[in-house]
Structure formats: structure tokens, C-alpha cells
């Protein structure tokens, strides 16, 4: 009898069992934590955290390396819909908005490179660190925002401000790789060319993505189903393309959505919401976001992780405080505002990466302090949002009229004049 | 306690508007107002800026004035200035009697003492109040007169419905009505009209008995189509949806202080009761149909064509519109009437060129913002 019809051992998981699972086991962590009256993100993040080391005990964490296409594919979302929430004619009338994102990054950047420098490390790879410091995780804004049904000037601002701190420190990231190749020994040309490919290729992929969907929307009828799947595949395809040219995703991904918001004088691309696909990569994405964490590198990061950590906190903090009365805040929603551009997760991690590939040197001596500063803000930062966006008032309050149903028998002056 | 009525100078007049405060990412209704109010605060305008129901609203209520330009110039500055502060926030402004697309539920309570108990008594109704009309004051000598123009104004209301109808699209659909606004505000237990009395005093009475029962504390408890305003000393149109334009809401309060001149300088003495036997359907005729409505005369006995109805009248008021310096804006309003233009057509033509919800608000916010005056330029980049 000869059995081959039956799966051999041992057996080989599927990349679709794989994602399910995440996926399941992120959503129920999440409810977990709605529970007990936490942020679904942090119940994602801790399923991740005690998968990572479950999956390397039984040999598989080689399948949580390869499961990064979903995380490529989430980031590419969401860096996509940061791009498009990023307002560049808001941005001319209000000088402001500007003014703080460049204050809270740049002074983010250089109290953490201040930081690392005391701690006497090599200033071209404290640098890169410092410019990784800058960028606030788009995916836990966005999350919690759609969350907690948050809304207003506090919760728009913070969108154009995680854009911008995302968007400087992709350059600044470019730019230092010039000194970094030059302190490696590469080649002149290789120092000044690559980071310039970088930079370029990414902005003509967005271009060129944000072009072919202007140009496809517009034979195709104007609904949001149709825009959908459009949109949604269009990223895809950037996400695929920027890694087939070897371009950073986070750029060219930003580029794109900024393009298509930006560019399109006559409206052809409607402003689908990405949400209902969204959220099911978003889970995937914190979990392994969790799992690529190991609990142990905190301990080895140790007192400069937290240093990090701290100080880009209150260079962040400074830099939003000190521009929002100048836009016309009121306290409440700057210091809400300052809370919100805290988190710190996915979109650092794959520039950790992304650096770490390019250079080894950077990541035996950066790597652990870097992972652990994400971990830390990875459960401190949505803590840290959901409380600002509460504190400046923006979240969905409680239907007045779910309650007091009996003080509310008796009339009495009703609007309409 | 009998309402005492504040006397005003006859004639005098003014408007409230309430306008969408839209986002412009999809142009949706946002819950900008709470933030465009505090900035328009620090700002000195005439008349006033409020709050409305739900964050998305905010409302206009202009200064007295005494003639039709006075209330367009002023208009015109309230407009520039709040479009100028939320440019600041990133929001867009827009007129339009109700937003084509939003879903109500999504809306938030101003969380103020009146409007948190509103919601709390009128449950979901409070959300899709979220409807946005023009009210017109006009100013009168008594009470017994406020309770006169009420009645007198009464067969005229189709004609307002027919010239500010703005909001042919509600929840994402067109509804095929002209305006879809006023069936938000037939949901409330004291809508429709004043009931037949004929004078100031008969007017107190009746008022006592409902707050008697405990169903009205105050005159804002009535939400009726028109009805007196003792503490202003005005009767109060509160027919129209928000015009598109300022411009095309000073023509309508144009257009009621004529009337108003008219019925003061010719007293009609004919019983009210027989008006309000059709009252209910001439104004859905109007409603649904705009122009093409019939209109049924009860005391002639016959139909006519709304549009026909409208240009007679205007014919018959202009010489009070010529004494009044009302002439230029009748003759807009006759202008519309005639070519059967209205902003609901705007409306529904901009949807047919842009096919898409959104394109239409951003348009609509668009025309808010510029005008009237720029309606040629508009209309030729849209298409």
C-alpha cells in the first residue's frame, strides 16, 4: 500500500496557515486587551512577543523572516495613506504645521545624537540612529485613530506631522549613507551615487504610481468599490516594484500617496478609505512587529535604550510645544498633539533593517539599542496616543442619548434657530 | 406669564444661516466647528457666529439691517472671513440645505448644556437634524401684526421652498426631491404651523394651555415653518434650505420683506382656516416639485403652476420692491424663476459632469467661497 497521498513530516507550513494564524491570534489578543480596557495594539505587539520566542523553540522562525511580505505589504499601506493625508496646500497657508514637524524632528534627532555621543559612540552611526529617532509609527496613529473615532485638528495635524518626521528622516537616512560608505572605504561614486539612486528612484516610483493611477481612474468609473481595488493594487505593485529596484519602500511609498493627493488638480482619484483591508494587515504587522522583538535586547540596549527613548521623548515634546501656540492651539491640544507623534515601531524597524543590511558594523553596535527602544515604545507609545487624542478631546464621546433616558422627558428649548 | 413682544421697526430684517463645515480630503462633514469657532471669536464681525447641533455646523446670524445691499455687503464679509479662518484649519465651508453624502450617525453632539439635551430627548433625531436651512427675521410693529404676516405669509411658502432648494441629495442618494431638508424637520412632534388664532392676545392663550401641559417652555419649542419671535419682534421664515451663495440668501430675505410690505400695505381679511387645508400639500408639491409644483387656491378654487404663481407675484410686489430698493434682487429671483434655476439643479447638473459625491461638495464649497459673482467662471472650469 503505498501512502504518498498523505502529507509527509515533517510537515511544511503554508504561507496562507501562517497568516491566518497571526492574523487570529493578533485579533484575540486585541480583544484581550479591549477587555481589560488597554489599546488593541498593545495586545497585538504582546501576542507577537511571546510568539517570537514559541516560533524560534520549535524551529520555525526562518517562516516569521519570510512572513515579512505582509509587513511590507501593511507598511506600504499605510506609508501610502500617511503620503495622502499630507496636505501640501494646508501646509502654505499654515506655516506652522511645518515649523513644528522640523522642530519636533530635528529636535528629536539632536537630542538623541547629544545622547549617543556622550555615550561615546561613532557620530556617522549615532547619526543614522538619531535619524531612525525621528520618525513617529504611522501604523499605531493610524490605528488608534480609526479606533477611537478620533477627529479634529489635533488628530489631522498629527498625520501631517508623523508624514513629515517620516519623510525627513528617509532623507537625512539617504544623506548619511554617503559618510557611512565613505567610512567603510567604499568607492567615491558608489558614496555619492547610491544615496542619490535612493533618493530619486523612490520619488520617480511614487511619481510614476501616482501618474499611471491618475490615468487609469480616469477611464474607469468614479466609484469607491472601483477605486478600491485600484488604489489597493496600485500599492501592491509599488510595494513590489521598490523592492525589485532595491529603493527604500518608505519613501517611495510616501512619495506616492503624497503625489496622489497632492498632484491631482482635476480629482480624478477618489479618496478611498483603506480601512477594511487595512486593519487585517495592521494586525499582522503588530504581531510580527512583536515577534521581531526579542525580549532580551532591552536588556542588552539597557541604560542607552532608555536614554534614547527619553530623549527623543522630550525633544519631541519640545519641539511640538514650542511651535503650537503659534498655530493657535490651545494647551490641551499641543500637549495632545505631542503625546501622539510618540510611538515608535514598524517604520523603524524596517529602517534598522534596511541600514542594518547595507551595514554590519551599524547593526552589532546599534542593533540591541534600537530594538530595545521600540519595545519600549512599541507598548508606551499607543498608551501615549490614545491619551493625547482623549486629552485634546477628539475621540468619540458617549451618545448623550444612550443615557439619562428619564432626565431627558422634559422639554425645553430646542435648537433649530 | 404672557410673552411680551418686543417692538421692532417695521421692515428691518435680517438672516441666520447654517453652513457645513466640511473636511477637504473627501469633503465630508468634519467636527471642525468647536475650533473654527474659538478662532472666529478673536475676530470682530457683525451680528454673530454660534454653534449648531452637531460639530459640523456652524451658524451665521447677521446684524438688523435696513435694506437689501446693507445685508449683502455684510454677508459677504461674515462669508470671506469664515472661509479665511477655516482655510487656517484646513476646512472648507459650504451652503446647501443638507450634505449629500454624510452619514448622520457619524455626527457628534456641540456639547453644549441645550444641545447634549436635545439629543438626550430626541434620541437619533438630534444627529439627523444635521440639515442645514436660512431663517429671515423680519421686523414688526406688534404682536397682533407678527400673528397677521404669519398667516399672510403662509401661501408664499412654496415659493421660498421653490427658490432656495439646495439639498436634492441626502445620505449618498438623490432623493428626487427638490429639498430633503424639511422632511428632518417634520420628524419633530411641534412641527408645521401656528394654529388658526388671529391675534396677539389669542396667540398668549394658546401658548399658556401647551405650556400649561408642560409640552413647550419656549417659543424655540415650536418648530414651525413660520412663526413669531416676541423677544426679537419679528416673525421668522424658517422655510429655506442655506442657498448655495450670501447673495442668493439676501435675495430671499429680499424677497420676504417685500412680501411683507405688501401684505401690511394691502390687509387681506379672508379666514385663515381654509389656507391651512392645503397648506400641507402645496408645500410637499413644492418640495418634491420646485417649480412644476401645483398649487391649489383655496379660495379660488384652482390650481396653477408654482413658477407662474411666483412670476405673478413678483410682478404684483414690484412697485413695494422698487420703494424698498429690493428691485435688483427680484429681478434675480424673477431671472430664476423663470429659466426654472435653482440651486438644487445646480446641484444635480454638477453631480452629472463630476459623478461623484464628493467632486459635488468640493464644488459647492467652491461656490460658497466665491460667489455668486463668480458663477460663470465655475460653472466653465467644472465642466
Redesign the interface.
Known amino acids: 500500500m503505498n501512502f504518498g497521498f498523505l502529507p509527509s513530516l515533517p510537515f511544511t507550513l503554508s504561507y496562507p496557515l501562517l497568516f491566518g494564524v497571526l492574523l487570529v491570534a493578533g485579533m484575540l489578543g486585541g480583544e484581550l486587551a479591549r477587555i481589560v480596557r488597554i489599546p488593541r495594539i498593545v495586545g497585538y505587539v504582546v501576542v507577537g512577543l511571546g510568539l517570537g520566542p514559541l516560533a524560534g523553540a520549535v524551529g520555525l522562525d526562518s517562516l516569521l523572516v519570510e512572513a515579512r511580505i505582509f509587513v511590507d505589504l501593511a507598511l506600504g499601506l499605510v506609508l501610502f495613506d500617511l503620503g495622502r493625508?499630507m496636505?501640501l496646500?494646508?501646509m502654505k497657508?499654515?506655516w506652522t504645521i511645518a515649523a513644528s514637524g522640523f522642530a519636533e524632528s530635528l529636535l528629536a534627532f539632536f537630542a538623541v545624537l547629544a545622547t549617543l555621543l556622550a555615550f561615546r559612540f561613532d557620530p556617522v552611526e549615532a547619526g543614522l540612529a538619531a535619524a531612525i529617532s525621528m520618525t513617529t509609527s504611522p501604523a499605531v496613529l493610524m490605528l488608534l485613530v480609526h479606533d477611537l473615532q478620533s477627529?479634529?485638528?489635533v488628530t489631522?495635524r498629527a498625520m501631517n506631522l508623523v508624514a513629515l518626521n517620516g519623510l525627513s528622516a528617509s532623507i537625512l537616512v539617504t544623506i548619511l549613507l554617503s559618510s557611512a560608505h565613505l567610512e567603510a572605504k567604499s568607492q567615491v561614486e558608489v558614496a555619492l551615487l547610491h544615496p542619490l539612486y535612493l533618493f530619486l528612484g523612490s520619488l520617480s516610483v511614487g511619481a510614476a504610481m501616482a501618474w499611471l493611477s491618475r490615468t487609469i481612474a480616469r477611464k474607469i468609473?468614479?466609484t469607491r468599490e472601483v477605486h478600491f481595488a485600484l488604489i489597493a493594487g496600485m500599492v501592491v505593485c509599488a510595494v513590489g516594484l521598490s523592492t525589485m529596484l532595491k529603493l527604500p519602500v518608505i519613501l517611495s511609498l510616501l512619495a506616492f500617496g503624497l503625489f496622489a493627493r497632492n498632484d491631482d488638480r482635476s480629482?480624478d482619484l477618489?479618496?478611498v478609505n483603506l480601512a477594511p483591508v487595512g486593519r487585517l494587515l495592521y494586525i499582522v504587522l503588530f504581531v510580527i512587529t512583536g515577534a521581531s522583538l526579542p525580549l532580551d535586547s532591552l536588556a542588552t540596549g539597557g541604560v542607552v535604550s532608555l536614554a534614547l527613548v527619553a530623549a527623543r521623548a522630550a525633544g519631541k515634546l519640545t519641539g511640538v510645544l514650542a511651535v503650537a501656540p503659534l498655530g493657535?492651539l490651545?494647551m490641551r491640544q499641543a500637549v495632545g498633539l505631542g503625546a501622539a507623534v510618540l510611538p515608535m515601531s514598524s517604520l523603524a524597524l524596517l529602517m534598522l533593517h534596511d541600514i542594518a543590511r547595507l551595514f554590519p558594523k551599524f547593526a552589532t553596535d546599534f542593533m540591541a539599542i534600537i530594538l530595545g527602544g521600540i519595545l519600549v515604545m512599541e507598548l508606551v507609545g499607543p498608551f501615549a496616543v490614545q491619551w493625547g487624542l482623549r486629552f485634546a478631546g477628539?475621540t468619540?464621546?458617549a451618545?448623550?442619548?444612550a443615557?439619562?433616558?428619564m432626565?431627558?422627558?422634559?422639554?425645553?428649548?430646542?435648537?433649530?434657530? | 406669564v404672557p410673552l411680551d413682544f418686543t417692538v421692532s421697526r417695521s421692515l428691518t430684517f435680517g438672516v441666520e444661516l447654517e453652513l457645513m463645515v466640511l473636511n477637504t480630503r473627501d469633503y465630508n462633514l468634519s467636527r471642525g466647528a468647536p475650533d473654527l469657532l474659538a478662532r472666529l471669536a478673536k475676530k470682530k464681525l457683525p451680528g454673530e457666529v454660534k454653534p449648531e447641533i452637531t460639530e459640523s455646523m456652524i451658524e451665521i446670524n447677521s446684524a438688523v439691517n435696513e435694506s437689501y445691499d446693507t445685508l449683502t455687503a455684510e454677508l459677504r464679509l461674515v462669508r470671506d472671513a469664515i472661509v479665511n479662518e477655516a482655510e487656517r484649519l484646513n476646512l472648507a465651508i459650504a451652503g446647501g440645505g443638507a450634505h449629500p453624502f454624510h452619514q448622520w450617525q457619524e455626527r457628534r453632539i456641540y456639547p453644549t448644556e441645550r444641545f447634549l439635551h436635545v439629543s438626550s430627548l430626541y434620541g437619533y433625531l438630534a444627529k439627523q437634524f444635521t440639515v442645514f436651512g436660512q431663517h429671515i427675521h423680519i421686523g414688526v410693529e406688534s404682536g397682533d401684526d407678527a400673528v397677521y404676516l404669519t398667516h399672510g405669509l403662509a401661501p408664499y411658502i412654496p415659493h421660498f421652498i421653490a427658490l432656495s432648494a439646495s439639498s436634492p441629495f441626502s445620505q449618498g442618494v438623490d432623493t428626487s426631491f427638490e429639498t430633503s431638508r424639511l422632511h428632518a424637520v417634520s420628524a419633530f412632534p411641534l412641527s408645521g404651523q401656528m394654529p388658526p388664532v388671529h391675534t396677539w392676545a389669542e396667540f398668549n392663550r394658546y401658548f399658556d394651555e401647551m405650556a400649561g401641559y408642560g409640552i413647550v417652555a419656549s417659543m424655540k419649542d415650536f418648530y414651525w415653518d413660520i412663526r413669531p419671535k416676541p423677544e426679537y419682534g419679528t416673525i421668522e421664515i424658517r422655510i429655506c434650505d442655506t442657498p448655495l451663495t450670501v447673495e442668493r440668501a439676501a435675495q430671499l430675505a429680499a424677497y420676504a420683506q417685500t412680501l411683507a410690505a405688501h401684505l401690511l400695505a394691502n390687509r387681506r381679511t379672508e379666514p385663515v382656516e381654509p389656507l391651512y387645508r392645503v397648506y400641507g400639500y402645496n408645500r410637499f408639491q413644492a418640495c418634491r416639485f420646485g417649480f412644476e409644483a401645483e398649487l391649489v387656491d383655496p379660495y379660488e378654487r384652482k390650481s396653477t403652476r408654482l413658477r407662474e404663481h411666483l412670476l405673478d407675484t413678483l410682478d404684483r410686489v414690484a412697485v413695494d420692491a422698487q420703494r424698498l430698493g429690493n428691485k435688483a434682487a427680484l429681478e434675480v429671483l424673477w431671472r430664476s424663476a423663470q429659466a426654472q434655476e435653482n440651486d438644487t439643479r445646480w446641484l444635480r447638473e454638477r453631480y452629472a459632469e463630476a459623478k461623484s459625491m464628493p467632486d459635488v461638495v468640493r464644488l459647492q464649497a467652491l461656490r460658497w467661497k466665491e460667489g455668486a459673482a463668480q458663477e460663470a467662471a465655475v460653472a466653465g472650469a467644472s465642466s
Do not use: F, I
Not at chain 1, 407 to 417: K, Q
Open positions: 493625508r496636505d496646500q494646508w497657508r499654515d477627529e479634529g485638528q489631522e468609473e468614479k480629482y477618489l479618496n493657535g490651545r477628539e468619540l464621546p451618545d448623550p442619548a443615557t439619562g433616558r432626565a431627558a422627558r422634559m422639554p425645553s428649548a430646542p435648537s433649530a434657530d
